[in-house]
């Protein structure tokens, strides 16, 4: 089905809030003649767990009205389940025969009419003059759900599908999209709008453009025409507006911006830093200068996406240091060969461990960090962590801790960077008598390679 032609359907024919179910079933569903926008009412329908041929029957009988009710509490759980915008409404069904004052075209038959209720200002009111937001989340919810009870694979061609709703309702789609429709058929849909991309999953993104629009001069022949872009890195700044709309409300309550930013994966990066870099000042020793702005991105995926955006602002230094896996190699080489990034520009942790891959706990002995496992995750453990327990051929702690915890999980919790990292920092001056000279070393370092920088 053509989705971009069948969405003015659903709307057209839902704004009606009514449908001749005669029409419908005899001179259309029967001939297998269906017009797009029947199919959204179809959808609503079976949602609904009604009958067709029962609605055919013109006595509303005790069964009925059962029925109908029984319907619109269905339904509305169904809507109100994603629609977070107002959880007091509720949906209801009437069919009646036809009456001389009824709108022309329902003038004979039977006839399906639907109404929304507010709870709170005791209104209710047709379907149709609900927003259009509304009205293409609630059809867009009933023809899927008729798809669905086939259960048959389908591609979903999605053209701006939050074109009608507003921040909060996009995040209700997006929310309906990846629980209901992603574990079980591919889609695909394009957007304008940072509230349709999900900072969680950005490497699902990809940046549709065609460079010839913008260009003075003719391009090559292999660069002309519209492309698609997975790498974000790739693509002009006018199309990263969504992403970085995406990624600005995604990390807004951590992100600090400054003059001179170095861009760490996470929390823990940063309390790790300025732990750190306290502990070699009261030594007399250098720490980080004050000149740097250390910015949490919430990740590694993130750390390209972000360089990308704020690359483009001339003023910035931007500098990364960042954890290093074979993995992420080339993501991370990819910051300096798209030239968005000095290669001295970008540092890994691995650049200072002498080992093949690294993550910033990894500056400390292993010992000294399953010291700050051991004391943070006491209760949760039902004995310390040795390093007999985590021997093996991996490089980085964190990830033979890991391995270690899948055949001897903690009890109430679950470990994670952050925790170790806090627990650092709120005891930093109990633990730093037991940093090794050569954790002193390795941070110091660090610093002294980023100070350069300034």
């Given at each position: 089905m053509n989705m971009a032609n069948s969405t003015s359907s659903k709307i057209t024919l839902v704004q009606k809030s009514k449908i001749t179910v005669k029409a419908l079933m005899a001179e259309r569903q029967a001939n297998n003649t269906l017009f797009d926008s029947d199919r959204p009412m179809l959808g609503l329908i079976y949602l609904a767990r009604l009958d067709l041929d029962e609605l055919l029957n013109p006595?509303?009988?005790?069964?009925?009205n059962n029925r109908l009710e029984g319907a619109s509490n269905h339904l509305t759980k169904q809507v109100l389940k994603y629609w977070s915008q107002n959880k007091h409404l509720r949906v209801s069904f009437d069919v009646r025969p036809a009456r001389p004052g009824d709108p022309e075209g329902m003038r004979d038959g039977t006839n399906l009419w639907g109404r929304v209720h507010d709870s709170i200002r005791y209104v209710s009111t047709r379907l149709g003059t609900r927003s259009k937001?509304?009205?293409?989340?609630?059809?867009?919810?009933?023809?899927?759900s008729q798809q669905k009870k086939k259960n048959v694979p389908i591609i979903l061609l999605l053209d701006e599908p939050g074109l009608f709703l507003h921040a909060m309702?996009?995040?209700?789609?997006?929310?309906?999209?990846?629980?209901e429709l992603a574990p079980h058929h591919q889609v695909v849909y394009t957007t304008h709008s940072p509230f349709m991309v999900d900072p969680d999953k950005f490497h699902r993104v990809r940046v549709v453009e065609d460079k010839s629009i913008d260009s003075e001069n003719e391009l090559p022949e292999e660069e002309q025409g519209t492309k698609i872009l997975r790498e974000a890195l790739e693509a002009s700044q006018d199309s990263l507006?969504?992403?970085?709309g995406a990624l600005g409300f995604d990390i807004a309550q951590s992100l600090f911006v400054g003059p001179n930013s170095l861009i760490v994966e996470g929390v823990s990066d940063l309390f790790y830093i300025q732990s750190m870099s306290r502990v070699l000042e009261e030594q007399g020793r250098e720490?980080?200068?004050?000149?740097?702005?250390?910015?949490?991105v919430g990740g590694s995926d993130k750390v390209p996406t972000f360089v990308a955006l704020l690359s483009s602002q001339m003023k910035l230094k931007i500098v990364t240091l960042i954890d290093f896996s074979n993995s992420d190699k080339d993501k991370i080489e990819n910051l300096y060969k798209k030239k968005l990034l000095k290669k001295?520009?970008?540092?890994?942790?691995?650049?200072?461990?002498?080992?093949?891959?690294?993550?910033?706990?990894?500056?400390?002995?292993?010992?000294?960090?399953l010291t700050l496992v051991n004391a943070e995750y006491a209760a949760n453990l039902s004995a310390p962590i040795t390093s007999s327990d985590i021997a093996g051929p991996k490089d980085r702690v964190v990830v033979r801790i890991e391995d270690f915890l899948k055949s001897n999980p903690m009890n109430g919790a679950g470990f994670s960077h952050y925790r170790p990292a806090r627990y650092f920092t709120e005891n930093e001056s109990n633990l730093k008598s037991q940093l090794s000279p050569d954790t002193l070393d390795r941070f110091e370092n660090v610093f002294k390679a980023l100070n350069t920088l300034l």
């Open positions: 006595d509303r009988t005790e069964e009925l937001g509304f009205i293409w989340f609630f059809s867009f919810l009933a023809w899927f309702a996009q995040a209700d789609l997006l929310n309906y999209i990846e629980a507006f969504p992403l970085q720490g980080l200068s004050s000149d740097w702005t250390i910015t949490p001295k520009n970008v540092l890994t942790f691995a650049d200072f461990t002498a080992m093949k891959e690294s993550d910033i706990e990894d500056m400390f002995e292993e010992a000294f960090y």
